[in-house]
């Protein structure tokens, strides 16, 4: 008969247990008995042996483990605080030092996640792109009014299409009237993205033309606890909607903002190819499908159905939807300040970690005799390593509070300065919850590594008999990590002084036309007709200088049309950026001519819709190549008329951009959407009433809504100006951090120096010549972080600034008064320190220690 | 003279006893049958240990067999020091005993 072997698990479990000495010795005992005595007993009395041998020994082995090991715990967490509390002034500096850079850090770590989760929460984003056109040299996401409906049609890949277009919609219900922003969509819209429907049914709400879908705050502005189904709201004036559904306020992170969605059809009649402005077309592709694929199949759509000459270089692609946000259609966007906070980020994390590093090798010396001891008392390496890893990950831990503290006290604040509203429990995803303890656990694992790794190699013997501290012996070290951390603060003062700069430069520079004292007004559809008498009546008052109407505002001429000129043929075309505008609109905005005139009303010619008067501006003649302007010919949609003025360049686009070539009209083929009132300066209240008055008398039913030019032009740069202020802030972090580490390193090394000092004074040497030793050698290595600073700030921002089509230079001044602040805040910190040892009786510190 | 604890004493006799089949499966039994108490491995070769170190017994190795999973047994023999160990501790115990039975067991108590 084979000898019964004991399980194998149990065989592991207990050779893992036995003595190294007599392991084999054991085993064979322990198999035989098994074998001979227990093998042949019941399951029952097997099982109850196995158990006698294996557990109660495993339970006596970790109750002796652990009895040690809390030991040990309860010693390491007591030479930890003795430690902190002999050194006050370090531990302060070290844990608030890594408290505001990990806050700094998560502050931007929420900023960046919550950039990043833009338009993900649709569950089909995945899927879901917009459709993008290349056209006149750019990319644009305006299509077609047609262009969903047609490819749905035409590709069954395509499972859903919908339009998407903002439109101010007033909307009017008992005596409750607001100004709305409504998106305008097609029935697809609500079962192709997941904003949540509270009331009525995703499938069939948008299904008629009539038929309204309201946010639940803006139901309640409307109705209040009333339910809002089936309720009507009349729309503009004109024509009555019902509510099918109340929908979910859309999410801060969402692209698409609304307060209410109306069927696509409720703004007029279906339009074809030839409508574009401003409205955008999503797809949902099917399961299983490639985007190249998908691609490719569009493409040429626009040409296929639209046969007009200017669109046959248009060429469709598809834009992810969760790519909206953060790539505008050049490719870049906000997804660069997503980099370049990161980047901040870490720069922060890893000066307040050096700040760390430096602080603890240099206490160091202090611990050296403590570890000695430790390891002549038998504490192995790795022990050593564990204690001092499990210090820094204490304090890192502990300072990861106080920054979460932190965080929770001052996100409101940071929610203002990035102009959004941020909640931790908003974000608090779990993604931010572990990013957030990770930031923790590296940064106590970075900060500790330096000293646990260094310490535990030290040799007892030379530790204990060596009465010189051990931290002094690490300078070079030492001054590599200050250089560092200089260099990346002093890069950082540059630019942000620079970005500042050209914020400032932008919000200021003159745009080649007046912005000051402008009322801009959106024309409503009712007052077309009877412009001409708004604008008339308009002008009957002292307060007004000049009104004027046109297409587009003048910074933002954006649209395209194919245009040829004398010397070109009607095949020849370009396209180029165009707007109509009234016979007062130069004058109104001050725009000056180089030659020529403006448009008038006295040449009828100016605005025959057949043969038009143009104006263009010097980029369009430089453009065109056309030399002596006046009376070439020029056409748009082959109609060809005279060039009849040249009007200076002015800026009108961003300042992102260069200015284009521009033509302007003065035909009606083009309505004018927007109404321009210019008045005295020192009239504004009465120039407000007076144009209130007129639209009480012309369209009583709308509201009038003003907007001031100048604020329209700073609120193009908001996001400019927003970001350029939390880069200030962070700034003023990273340098804030940098000089607590300095003091703390100054008043360390102050200390090391005590006796050298005292003997130095007792010989002789004045306060001065103390506290210029002390300082020389931080000043020394400030210099060498200048030198490296400057060139890394010229790149960094010669590439930021080369976002900017106008921006200012890049001042040496600059550079040289970042170095100079720096060095200036440096050595106040440090100074106090060198004054305080310079200062102190030499008696006090020969008698030290 | 080292000294020798009643621990000691009750596995160095049982190895004398065994003679030349004093190993752990079998010094487990026989202490078993003697005193009535299991002795678990982890003690018997802590004491074991204990009486090489002092030299009272000194190890040699076996053949393997099937029951111990081919692992050989491991064999302790009586040293001459092991036997004078024993003998002194029997002195001494008897003298300690000596009058035992004689002395009055209800001094004090009882009343």
Known sequence: MKALQLPIAAQWMLSRLAQQKNRLALLGDLQEEYAVDIAHRDWLARQQWLFSQI??????????????????????????????????????????????????????????????????????????????????????????????????????????????????????????????????????????????????????????????????????????????????????????????????????????????????????????????????????????????????????TVVKYDKRVETNDSRESLQPLARMHLYHLNETGPILYVYIFSAIAAIILLIACINFINLSTAQAGKRAREIGMRKTVGASRAGIVRQLYGETLLLSLIAFLFSLVMVALLLPGFGQMTGKTLTLMDTGQWQVVLGILCIALITGLISGSYPALLLSRYRPIQVLRDSASKGAKSPALRRILVVFQFTAAIALIISSMVILRQLNYVQHKDLGFIRENIIRIDIPRALRPNLQTAKERLNQDASIINVTSANT?????????????????????????????????????????????????????????????????????????????????????????????????????????EIRPVVFLNTENWPHYWMFIRYQPEMQDEAVAHIQAVWQEMVPDLPCDM??????????????????????????????????????????????????????????????????????????????????????????????????????????????????????????????????????????????? | MKELTKAEEMVLLSVLRLKDEAYGVAIKKNIKEITGKTVPYGTLYFLLDKLSVKDFVHKALGEPTAERGGRRKTYYRMTEGGITALKHAFEQQSRIWTDFASMDLHQGFGK
């Open chain 1, 55 to 300: 557990v109660f020994p495993l339970i006596s082995f970790l109750r002796t483990h652990y009895l040690w090991r809390r030991g040990m715990f309860s010693n390491y967490l007591k030479t930890a605080w003795r430690n902190l509390k002999r050194s006050p002034g370090y531990t302060a500096i070290n844990i608030i030092g890594l408290a505001v850079g990990m806050a700094a850090c998560m502050f931007i770590f929420i900023w960046v996640q919550d950039e990043l989760s833009f338009d993900r929460f649709h569950t089909k984003h995945e899927r879901i792109h917009r459709i993008v056109i290349h056209r006149g040299g750019e990319w644009t996401a305006s299509a077609p009014y047609s262009l969903a409906r047609t490819v749905k049609k035409d590709f069954p890949d395509i499972a859903q299409a919908t339009r998407f277009t903002s439109r101010t919609l007033f909307a009017k219900t008992g005596d409750r009237g607001f100004n709305e922003t409504a998106g305008l969509v097609d029935p697809d819209f609500l079962t192709m993205f997941s904003f949540k429907l509270i009331k009525g049914d995703a499938e069939t709400a948008l299904a008629t033309e009539d038929a309204i879908v309201i946010t639940q705050s803006a139901a309640l502005k409307y109705f209040g606890d009333a339910d809002p189904m089936g309720q009507v709201l009349r729309i503009n004036g004109q024509r009555d909607a019902t509510i099918t559904g109340v929908i979910q306020d859309t999410p801060k992170n969402s692209s698409m903002q609304f307060d209410l969605l109306a069927n696509f059809k409720i703004v007029g009649k279906q339009m074809d190819f030839s409508w574009w402005t401003g409205c955008s077309s999503y797809v949902l592709l099917a399961q299983n499908t490639t985007v190249s694929d998908i691609i490719s199949k569009i493409e040429g």
């Open chain 1, 553 to 657: 505002t003048p910074n933002q001429i954006r649209n395209v049309n194919p245009f040829y000129w004398e010397g070109r043929g009607p095949n020849d075309y370009e396209t180029l950026n165009f707007t109509t505008v009234d016979e007062n609109y130069f004058q109104t905005f001050g725009l000056k001519f180089t030659e020529g005139r403006p448009f008038s009303a006295e040449f009828a010619s100016d605005s025959d819709r057949e043969s038009p008067g143009y104006i263009i501006n010097e980029a369009a003649v430089a453009h065109c190549d056309l030399k002596d302007p006046i009376g070439k010919m020029f056409s748009i949609w082959n109609r060809e008329g005279r060039v009849v003025g040249v009007v200076k360049d002015f800026h009108s686009r961003s300042l992102h951009d």
């Open chain 1, 707 to 849: 907007e001031y030019l100048d604020e329209i032009h700073r609120s193009a740069y908001a996001n400019d100006a927003r970001i350029g202020n939390i880069f200030r802030n962070f700034t003023y972090l990273a340098i804030f951090i940098s000089c607590l580490g300095l003091l703390g390193l100054a008043a360390y090394l102050a200390e090391l120096r005590t006796k050298e000092i005292g003997i130095r004074k007792a010989l002789g040497a004045s306060s001065l010549s103390i506290a210029r030793l002390m300082s020389g050698e931080f000043l020394m290595l400030l210099g060498v972080s200048n030198l490296l600073a400057w060139p890394l700030a010229w790149w960094a921002m010669r590439r930021m600034l080369s976002s900017w089509a106008y921006r200012l230079p890049l001042a040496w001044w600059l550079f040289a008064a970042a170095g100079l602040g720096a060095v200036i805040l440096a050595l106040l910190t440090v100074s106090w320190q060198s004054l305080k040892a310079a200062h102190t009786n030499p008696v006090e510190a020969l008698k030290y220690e």
